[in-house]
């Protein structure tokens, strides 16, 4: 078995939509980024990568690549799912927590779970999502939003 950590924090900016756990919620603010800012999945996918020893998502996924430009990070799931699979490792859970105040999160919760367990194929207990507030400690309102995560992987 092999664990694994991710991280990720983005700005929050007026202008943009608020993507997390690939799900469009409501807000008068969204994530700065050159994907679509999706804090969280991009946390999964550097704990995914992380456990199986395969780098992190910047190597994989350059914000240099006109590719990834506004990209949809569930994409960046798919692939990494992929690539786990073809390496012999299978997921055995994650879980999560993302950082914001506003908007609450409780209500998106469990679609952010479904729709992260679908995009790795995996049964949506064994992925959790939670929301932590700041109570300010990040601005008020936050200029900034983050995201913790952690991997188990099953090898060969
Ligand atoms: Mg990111």
């Known amino acids: 078995m092999r664990c694994g950590i991710g991280y990720d924090t983005h700005r929050l900016v007026e202008g943009r939509k608020l993507i997390l756990g690939g799900i469009e919620i409501a807000a008068p603010r969204g994530l700065l980024g050159h994907s679509d800012g999706d ?17 992190d998502l910047g190597q994989h996924f350059p914000d240099t690549d006109p590719r990834w430009k506004d ?26 927590v993302v950082v914001l105040d506003e908007p609450k999160l409780a209500p998106h919760i469990s679609r952010m779970e479904g729709t992260l ?40």
């Open 39 to 55: 804090v969280l999945t991009h946390a999964i996918a550097d704990a995914l990568l992380g456990a199986a020893g395969l780098g």
């Open 71 to 96: 990209s949809n990070s569930l994409k960046f799931l798919e692939v990494i799912r992929n690539l786990l699979s073809e390496k012999g490792f299978r997921i055995l859970n994650i879980d999560s």
């Open 117 to 156: 367990a679908m995009a790795l194929g995996m049964n949506p207990p064994a992925l959790s999502v939670k929301a932590k507030n700041t109570e300010g400690a990040f601005g008020d309102p936050a200029t900034v939003a983050a995201a913790h995560a952690v991997a188990l992987l099953a090898a060969g």
